[in-house]
């Protein structure tokens, strides 16, 4: 089923409302008392709109076989938990929600029991209410059914952007912004019960494990963008060499694994490198098995995410596994997920305390000029590249081309060159 914009605003909002009022009801029951368990201002909880709307586009396939849509929603669901926990204790040094006291748990973000709950409620919209939700948005006349989806957009970027502000106690930036976060934070209290105090003791009361002061960890060695910028670089390059080497070893030839038109680049494993460092970062000096399991867990949700982004945006399948045993679509392979749980615990404990050093020699020697030109040159290549795969995704249907660019693709890029390239790319 194709979805078209207004489809997946609709059903972001329906389940960022739901998910507030669920979350909302529950806190209260539990602790007798009122708590709006929002992350922003207004009635919504954006990351289960988010992880809704992720599971429809990418699970859509799964459909027609409940077991694996059913292990897919609970992969996805729990990888979108665990990094926003992740992100969120990067942002204010404290966890947002705790699960270590409960068994089977990871890191404390994650638990069994609440990944099997997220893998039965995304089963069951995938698999149902998104079909309700649309057959009643679409009941609605084209043009009234795109004002509220564009007044709710707007709610929720000024809301988001209230909520940033004053997360970081910079009120003093938008003052007009900030009060009218407010407004509508004071509108949704009263809509819950009771109007609450300022946006910041709600997130603490609602979320008791922030109150916990943190030690404030200083590193010295923090993970910046630049850090990050290079290890993606870094990680693209090793990765297309270690694909290659493999793929000589297991099938007996040379294949092209790169990602990009120039350059030995595989995308999926340098931004694969960049996110288990910037989300491990602080956790490279616990246990193996740690790293181990949280790359298992990631990097399966990780390619599966990759390859369904790829063949929707370039109607290509760049990789498919169905001839290898315990797949899921074709997309993910148990044994390559616990590659990926391998790579983890190498790059963390063993290469990237190595590469961190290298990278701070280049950049002493270098300083910013060697970084801005490489960072000017993944930028190009990465925009050529993405012209010349929806070009080479056109021809494959007969279309002629129709702009400047279609043609300039056509002679630089043509199927025989773009074969080289992605030599496993099969048009869908």
Not at 23 to 30: D, G, Q, R, Y
Not at 155 to 171: A, F, K, N, P, Q
Not at 323 to 328: A, C, E, T, V, Y
Request: aromatic share 16%; with cysteine.
């Amino acid at each position: 089923m194709n979805h078209t914009v207004y489809d997946i605003a609709i059903l972001f909002f329906t389940y960022s409302f739901l998910a507030w009022l669920a979350e909302t009801i529950v806190a209260t029951v539990k602790e007798k008392d009122f708590k709006n368990r929002g992350f922003a201002s207004g009635p919504f909880c954006f990351i289960y709109g988010f992880t809704g709307v992720l599971l429809t586009v990418v699970l859509q396939d799964l459909r027609g076989n409940p077991f694996f849509l059913f292990l897919g929603c609970t992969v996805v669901s729990t990888a979108v938990e665990w990094f926003t926990g992740k992100i969120l204790e990067r942002m204010k040094q404290k966890k947002w929600w705790d699960y270590s006291a409960k068994k089977w748990n990871l890191d404390g973000y994650i638990c069994l029991q609440y990944s099997l709950l997220w893998g039965l409620l995304g089963y069951v919209a995938v698999q149902y209410a998104n079909g309700m939700f649309l057959s009643l948005y679409h009941l609605l006349p084209p043009l009234l059914g795109k004002i509220p989806v564009w007044i709710l957009t707007a709610v929720g970027l000024l809301d988001i952007t209230g909520s940033y502000l004053s997360i970081y106690h910079m009120e003093k930036k938008l003052p007009r912004l900030f009060g009218w976060s407010q407004k509508l934070q004071r509108w949704t209290l009263r809509f819950g019960g009771r109007i609450s105090q300022r946006m910041e003791n709600r997130i603490q009361r609602a979320y008791p494990a922030t109150a916990q002061s943190a030690a404030a960890e200083k590193d010295t060695d923090k993970c910046t963008l630049t850090l990050l910028f290079w290890l993606l670089v870094i990680g693209a390059l090793l990765g297309d060499i270690v694909e290659t080497i493999f793929c000589r070893l297991t099938m007996g030839v040379w294949m092209s694994r790169s990602s990009l038109v120039w350059g030995p680049f595989s995308i999926v494993w340098g931004l694969a490198i960049a996110l288990i460092t910037a989300l491990l970062y602080r956790d490279r000096n616990k246990k193996e098995s740690h790293i181990f399991l949280v790359g298992v867990f990631l990097g399966g949700a990780y390619e599966y995410i990759c390859s369904v982004f790829t063949e929707i945006v370039f109607g290509k399948v760049f990789w498919d596994y169905s001839g290898i045993p315990f797949n899921l679509g074709g997309r993910i392979n148990l044994l390559y997920c616990f590659f990926w749980g391998i790579a983890a615990v190498v790059w963390i404990k063993g290469l990237l305390p190595h590469m961190t050093r290298l990278i701070g020699l280049i950049l002493q020697k270098t300083g910013k000029v060697l970084t801005t030109v490489l960072l000017v040159f993944m930028i190009a290549d990465i925009f050529v590249s993405v012209l010349a795969l929806v070009r080479y995704d056109s021809r494959s249907h007969g279309i002629a081309p129709q702009q400047r660019w279609e043609e300039i693709m056509d002679v630089y890029f043509d199927d025989a060159k773009m074969d080289r390239i992605y030599p496993n790319a099969i048009a869908q």
